[in-house]
């Protein structure tokens, strides 16, 4: 076990930090309880399991495992240290600058890991957030390393490529992924390591690189390196939950991709902080009509 204490210059909150790495409640890569946020990494020493508690004025962390000098390395860079606000003014809309002063402690994440966020991207395209969380869920457990040390019971690391390249056919179709997202996955981790190596470059050229591969676009590329690169400007565009969403906090309406980047103008370079400002504020949207109906094709 090794252990490190991290005092950021500025506030963090590891709630508003870490919570855009975490699929959902079951995941079983990132959990949180009374003791802190736990998090199973797979390192390039090997898996490890983090530990992150706040405690006065700092962030103590404590991980085991083969890969626990890279979990604590990384720590500062994971809890924001590296996230540059130069040139982000607040003040060009009342409700930005309100949630600004609001959380303090929210600081865009540079998670340094590309195919453990790539993979649950891909899972979520065309498909309802519950589907695509509990395909990973499923997947990780069945496929991810246990958690070293005392992480919580479950916990898993994500598989690295060469695991994913051995996953067969008819386990993506137990956990509900279609041939689509699957034959994406596949093409991904074909290269797999090649991508890891993208968190060396800016998060442009990641981005660039990442949409190379077929089945890969912008709202999958852009989801992958706001937490992989923690770029504060890649916007989902795509999804229709974050522009309505942005739409009704700034002007009380929905919009679409182009009202949403036409709003969001005026925040280039950071308009993904806005959104995770947001996010953070639980802002919705007025919503009509029905809910869609989730049909389940995991036994078909």
């Not at 390039?44 to 083969?66: I, K, S």
């Not at 916990?155 to 067969?168: D, G, H, L, Q, S």
């Not at 137990?174 to 993208?198: F, I, K, Q």
């Not at 890649?234 to 929905?254: E, I, Q, Y």
Request: charged share 25%.
């Amino acid at each position: 076990m090794l252990s490190a204490r991290y005092a950021p210059a500025e506030r963090v909150s590891l709630g508003l930090v870490l919570a855009p790495l975490r699929q959902g409640a079951g995941d079983p890569t990132c959990r949180r309880d009374e003791s802190g946020w736990w998090l199973a990494l797979a390192t390039a020493g090997g898996v490890a399991t983090l530990r992150l508690r706040e405690v006065v004025g700092a962030v103590e962390a404590m991980a085991w495992g083969p890969g626990a000098e890279y979990a604590i390395a990384g720590v500062p860079d994971l809890l924001g240290a590296r996230d540059e606000t130069s040139g982000f003014d607040p003040t060009r809309h009342p409700v930005v600058a309100t949630l600004h002063g609001r959380f303090p402690g929210l600081r865009l994440t540079r998670a340094a890991r590309v195919m453990a966020f790539l993979v649950p991207t891909v899972l979520g395209q065309k498909v309802s957030g519950l589907e695509q969380k509990r395909a990973w869920r499923g997947l990780v457990l069945q496929h991810g390393e246990p958690a070293p040390g005392p992480a919580p019971a479950g916990m898993r690391a994500a598989p690295v490529p060469a695991v994913w390249k051995r996953v067969p056919s008819w386990e993506w179709h137990t956990a509900g992924v279609g041939p689509r997202r699957s034959d994406t996955v596949m093409r991904a981790v074909a290269v797999g390591d090649a991508l890891e190596r993208t968190v060396t470059m800016d998060a442009a050229e990641a981005s660039r690189r990442l949409r190379t591969i077929p089945g890969i676009g912008v709202w999958t590329a852009a989801e992958t390196v706001q937490r992989s690169h923690g770029d504060p400007d890649a916007v989902s565009v795509g999804d229709s939950h974050v522009s309505k969403r942005v739409g009704w906090a700034l002007t009380g309406k929905r919009v679409d991709d182009d009202g949403m980047l036409e709003l969001l103008e005026p925040w280039r370079g950071h308009r993904q902080r806005v959104v995770r400002l947001i996010e953070a504020a639980g802002i919705g949207y007025e919503r009509h009509g029905p809910r869609m109906t989730i049909v389940d094709n995991r036994r078909r």
